[in-house]
């Protein structure tokens, strides 16, 4: 019996600090921002702006870059990063020449953005020079079990595809508003 109590009492001791140390010392991965290149930042901040109300949290016309932290150089590349109101960040680079983007860009299939109305987001999102990317079906209901949404998908004015989305139902899941 004696045993048995020192088992348990090191199991329950064990299980204990486990919990502990994964909760201090792991720490929780989220997607802290998506970027893309794009031709025009000037196009593509009104764009953002009025479509999604992104704000701008950042702009920088170059950046430093260090591979010791202490020697940095100056690396020649424009950039905006914005903030939507639920926390979500996009970062957009300047790169007119495409064909030197479009080899690091290539895996990435879209970038979806949250919105209350879809259907209003996509005729704005047309307006502003976006394209359809899936013609003549503009609208789209998604379920995936209790989780369902409404879709659409446009081109953005560099190519870039985005999914606009307004949750439905969540059920079972935790949502980051």
Do not use: C
Not at 34 to 61: H, Q
Not at 112 to 120: C, K, L, N, P, Y
């Amino acid at each position: 019996m004696r045993l048995f109590k020192v088992f348990y009492t090191a199991l329950a001791l064990f299980i204990i600090g486990s919990l502990t140390v994964s909760a201090t010392e792991t720490p929780q991965s989220r997607i802290y921002d998506i970027g893309t290149y794009v031709t025009d930042l000037t196009k593509t901040e009104s764009f953002y702006k009025t479509v999604f109300g992104l704000k701008v949290v950042r702009r920088w016309d170059s950046m430093e870059m260090s591979l010791d932290g202490k020697t940095y150089k100056t690396i020649p590349l424009k950039g905006i990063y914005f903030q939507g109101a639920n926390g979500m960040h996009l970062e957009f680079l300047q790169k007119a020449n495409t064909t030197e983007r479009q080899i690091s860009q290539q895996p990435i299939n879209h970038f979806a953005i949250e919105v209350a109305d879809v259907a209003t987001t996509f005729k704005l999102a047309l307006k502003m020079g976006a394209k359809e990317a899936f013609p003549n079906t503009p609208l789209q209901y998604i379920k995936l079990g209790e989780f369902s949404v409404l879709n659409t998908q446009i081109i953005g004015l560099d190519g870039e595809r985005i999914q606009i989305l307004q949750v439905l139902t969540n059920n079972g899941l935790t949502n980051d508003k």
